[in-house]
C-alpha cells in the first residue's frame, strides 16, 4: 500500500470516527427529554449525565497524549472503539440513572481517545498550513455528525422510534472507522524532541500555553453549553431545536471545510477574536427571539464557534509545538472539562429559572420559554470574557508569524 494511499485511510478513518463523536452528541440532545420522562429526572440529575459525556473526554485525553508516543495512536483507537461499543450497549440497555452515568462516561472515554490519537497523528502526517487545513476538515465532521445526527434523531423521534433504536445508529460509523483502521501503518512524530515528555510539559509550562488553556476553557463551553441543550432550552420557543441544532452544525462542517483561506486572511487569534463577537450575538439573540427569528439566532451563532476548536488546537501545534500530542490532548482535556463541569451548573439554572416563574403562577409552554431565555442570558458571559482575552493575545502575539493562506485543492 502507497504512503498516500495509507495517509488517506488514515484521514478518513478519522473523520468517521468524529462522526461518530457527532453521533452521540446529537442523538444524546434528542433523546434526553424521552431519558428525563422514563427515568424520572429532573434538569440537573440530566446535566450530571450530560457531565459524564464532557468528564470522559479529558481523561482520555490526557492519558491518551501521555502514552502516545509509547503506544501509538493504533492502540488509542482499538480502546477508542471498544469504548463506544460498551457505552452504546449500556446505555441502551439502561435500567436507571447510574447506568446511565456508566454509560455515558465510557462514551466520552471514546470521543476522548478519538481526539487524543488523530489531533497529533494529522499533525504528523500534514505540515505547515496544509496542517492548519486538515485539522480544519477533520474538525468539520464533528459537527457534520451532529447535523447527519440531529436529522435522524428527529426523524425518528417524529415516526415513533424508541430512544433505543436511535442510539443503535451510532455504531455505523464506529464500525466504518474500525475498518478503516485495521492493518495501516500510522505516522511517527515530526517534531525533533516532541516525543520527550520532559520537553512536552516545559513547552506546556510556558505562559502562552497557559492563556490558550484559559481560552479553551470558555471556548468550549461556549460550544457546548446551548447546543447540548437546544431541546429543552428552545423547545417551545417556535423553532424546531434539532432543526435548530441541525443547521448551526451543517454550517460550521461548511465554514470548517472551507477554513483556509479565512485563517490564512485573518490569522488564528483574528478568526478566534471574531468568532467571540458573533456567538455573543448569537446566543443573546437566542434569548430575546421567537419563531423563524430563531434559525437566524442559529445561525449568528455557528458562525461565531465554527472554528474555536481546531483553531484553539492548530495555536498549539503551530506556536506550542515541543508540547507535541500530550499539549494538543490537555487543552482539548480541559475545553471538555470545563463542558463537564458548567452541565449540571446549566442545568440546576433550568431547575431555579423553572421554580422562580413558576411560583409566579407561570406554567406550560411559556414557563419552559422564559427559563430557557433565562438560562442563555447567563451564558452569554462566556463569550464577552472571550472577546476581551482574545484582544489581549491578539496584541501579545502582534508579532508572530501570521498563518498563510491555505490553497485549496
Not at 65 to 75: D, M
Not at 169 to 177: D, G, R, S, T
Not at 295 to 307: D, F
Request: charged fraction near 10%; proline fraction near 4%; hydrophobic fraction near 55%.
Amino acid at each position: 500500500m502507497s504512503a498516500s494511499v495509507n495517509k488517506n485511510a488514515l484521514f478518513y478513518g478519522s473523520c468517521f470516527a468524529l462522526i461518530t463523536t457527532g453521533f452521540t452528541f446529537s442523538i444524546r440532545a434528542g433523546i434526553l427529554p424521552q431519558l428525563g420522562v422514563e427515568f424520572g429526572l429532573s434538569a440537573e440529575q440530566l446535566g450530571f449525565i450530560n457531565s459524564m459525556w464532557f468528564l470522559g473526554f479529558p481523561i482520555s485525553m490526557i492519558i491518551g497524549g501521555l502514552v502516545y508516543h509509547t503506544v501509538g495512536p493504533k492502540t488509542i483507537m482499538t480502546v477508542a472503539f471498544i469504548a463506544h461499543t460498551l457505552g452504546i450497549i449500556l446505555t441502551i440497555y439502561a435500567g436507571g440513572y447510574t447506568a446511565l452515568l456508566i454509560s455515558t462516561l465510557l462514551i466520552g472515554i471514546g470521543n476522548g481517545c478519538t481526539e487524543a490519537a488523530c489531533n497529533p497523528m494529522i499533525a504528523d502526517m500534514y505540515s505547515g498550513v496544509r496542517m492548519n487545513k486538515m485539522l480544519n476538515r477533520f474538525h468539520m465532521w464533528f459537527p457534520g455528525g451532529i447535523l447527519i445526527g440531529a436529522l435522524i434523531s428527529k426523524f425518528m423521534t417524529d415516526f415513533g422510534f424508541t430512544w433505543q433504536a436511535q442510539m443503535w445508529f451510532i455504531m455505523v460509523p464506529a464500525v466504518i472507522y474500525a475498518f478503516l483502521f485495521f492493518g495501516k501503518v500510522f505516522p511517527k512524530p515530526k517534531v525533533e524532541g516532541a516525543t520527550s515528555l520532559l520537553s512536552n510539559f516545559k513547552a506546556m509550562l510556558s505562559p502562552l500555553y497557559i492563556f490558550l488553556i484559559v481560552c479553551m476553557a470558555l471556548t468550549a463551553i461556549t460550544e457546548f453549553g446551548p447546543g447540548q441543550w437546544v431541546e429543552i432550552i428552545l423547545g417551545s420557543s417556535g423553532a424546531d431545536p434539532m432543526l435548530i441544532l441541525a443547521l448551526t452544525a451543517g454550517l460550521v462542517a461548511l465554514l470548517r471545510f472551507f477554513a483556509g483561506p479565512v485563517v490564512g486572511k485573518f490569522g488564528q487569534i483574528g478568526v478566534l477574536l471574531g468568532g467571540a463577537v458573533f456567538a455573543a450575538i448569537g446566543i443573546y439573540m437566542f434569548s430575546v427571539v421567537t419563531g423563524p427569528l430563531a434559525y437566524v439566532a442559529a445561525i449568528v451563532y455557528a458562525l461565531g464557534y465554527a472554528y474555536f476548536w481546531p483553531v484553539m488546537v492548530g495555536a498549539v501545534a503551530q506556536r506550542v509545538p515541543l508540547s507535541s500530542a500530550l499539549g494538543m490532548s490537555v487543552i482539548g482535556a480541559v475545553g471538555m472539562f470545563s463542558s463537564s463541569i458548567f452541565q449540571p451548573i446549566i442545568g440546576s439554572w433550568i431547575d431555579g429559572s423553572m421554580e422562580d416563574y413558576r411560583s409566579q403562577g407561570i406554567t406550560g409552554d411559556e414557563l419552559q420559554l422564559v427559563a430557557g431565555q433565562e438560562t442563555l442570558e447567563k451564558m452569554i458571559t462566556f463569550p464577552a470574557i472571550l472577546i476581551v482575552l482574545f484582544l489581549v493575545l491578539l496584541f501579545w502575539q502582534k508579532n508572530s508569524t501570521k498563518t498563510e493562506k491555505i490553497p485549496e485543492e
